[in-house]
């Protein structure tokens, strides 16, 4: 089996957020836990999905591990390695070897650089091949993302949504990496397109050896491409397993209520509440459920009677091992 490239140890991120003037003036900043103590692994050649709704804490996932905000605690190891002591000058060899395909198409791409400058830049920023080298280099990056030469005079307005995501892999891969954090790379795509680029990066990840944090809130999407798959909801795990199995045989209410609402073609925000009151409400970091975080929202909990553990604010579900490489957080598990 071979080893983890990732490893993340108990990991905190937490904002802090001004409720207006006064309350800074006063210190009484509110604090959102983006981030609040998740654990996972990906080995060499794996794809780990994650998923969960809008607001839950991925795109904060995929930025910490990057180094591109300052984690509050835990440990993030690439190769063993624990980035979250490293001072910036050993931190760069691991920069290279590690990238994010962010979530935003336009913002990911200078609008003022042709697509052959922004790959010529990123093929340059650790290494000088020289000019044919470059040039070398950029072909084969063009040919390995199914990219046309005649793009490369192209600005990033000029190109479609799914070239952009094209230029944006290229450039990932010109620096030489080996793991990818994808944030929503087919987000604001066509369907057809989004298999495209699904299909293209399992053909990098076969060909090349990469191996992928895959972000997404599509839980279809995610089970196509990883090979385990880790749910979110409101900065933490609640359920972990092998891909294929999450979706079929969700243990954690709220991984159902997600593949539910997929199949459905719902959004879950604002959709009516399962006891007919009020709305199931998008996710409020600042008002925390004391206890299971998911009770207000969750079906088992009103169907049992609404179980005082489910809300004890010393028992917050701890995420255990169920057997079959699955981990759930709940006192009630789905059968
Ligand atoms: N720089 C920041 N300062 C303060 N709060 C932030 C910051 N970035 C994110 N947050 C908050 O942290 C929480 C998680 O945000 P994040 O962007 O990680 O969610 P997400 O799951 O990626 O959502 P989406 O699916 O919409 O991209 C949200 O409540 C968000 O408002
Ligand atoms: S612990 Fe209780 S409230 Fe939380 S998901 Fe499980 S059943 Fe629902
Ligand atoms: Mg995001």
């Known amino acids: 089996m071979s080893k983890a490239i990732l490893d993340v ?25 983006a981030i609040d103590g998740i654990s996972f692994y990906i080995r060499e050649n794996e794809t780990m999905g994650l998923v969960g709704e809008s607001g839950c804490g991925k795109t904060t996932v995929g930025r910490s591990i990057m180094g591109l905000t300052p984690i509050t605690s835990g440990q993030v190891l690439f190769d063993g390695e624990d980035l979250s002591v490293l001072p910036p000058s050993r931190f760069l060899p691991y920069r290279r070897q590690m990238q994010m395909i962010f979530q935003d198409l336009d913002a990911a791409l200078n609008p003022k650089m042709r697509v052959r400058s922004i790959l010529r830049e990123a093929v340059t920023v650790f290494d000088r091949p020289g000019n044919e080298g470059v040039d070398r280099r950029i072909r084969e990056l063009l040919d390995q993302v199914n990219l046309k030469e005649s793009k490369l005079t192209s600005f990033p307005h000029e190109l479609s949504g799914g070239e952009k995501r094209r230029v944006g892999i290229a450039r990932a891969l010109a620096v030489g990496a080996r793991f ?78 997600l593949w539910s609402s997929m ?65 759930v957080a709940c006192h009630f598990p789905l059968q």
Request: charged residues 25%; contains cysteine; positive net charge.
């Open 9 to 33: 140890k108990d990991l905190k991120k937490h904002y802090s957020r001004s409720r207006g003037l006064v309350s800074a003036l006063r210190g009484r900043d509110v604090v959102i836990p």
């Open 180 to 257: 990818l954090v994808a944030d929503e790379p087919t987000s604001a795509l066509d369907v057809s397109i989004q298999a495209q680029i699904v299909n293209l990066l399992v053909d990098l990840q076969r060909d090349l050896g990469l191996s992928y944090l895959f972000i997404s809130h599509d839980l279809r999407i995610v089970e196509l491409i990883s090979h385990k798959v880790a749910v979110m909801y409101l900065g933490k795990i609640v359920e972990m397993g092998l891909a294929g199995s999450i979706a079929n045989r969700p243990l954690h209410p709220y991984t159902r209520m």
């Open 263 to 327: 199949v459905d073609g719902r959004s879950l925000e604002g959709s009516p509440s399962p006891g007919g009151r009020g709305t199931w409400g998008s996710l409020d970091f600042e008002r925390p459920q004391a206890g299971c975080r998911f009770a207000s929202r969750c079906p088992v909990y009103r169907d049992r009677g609404r179980p005082a553990v489910c809300t004890d604010p010393s028992t917050e579900p701890e995420l255990l091992d169920v057997g079959r490489a699955r981990k």
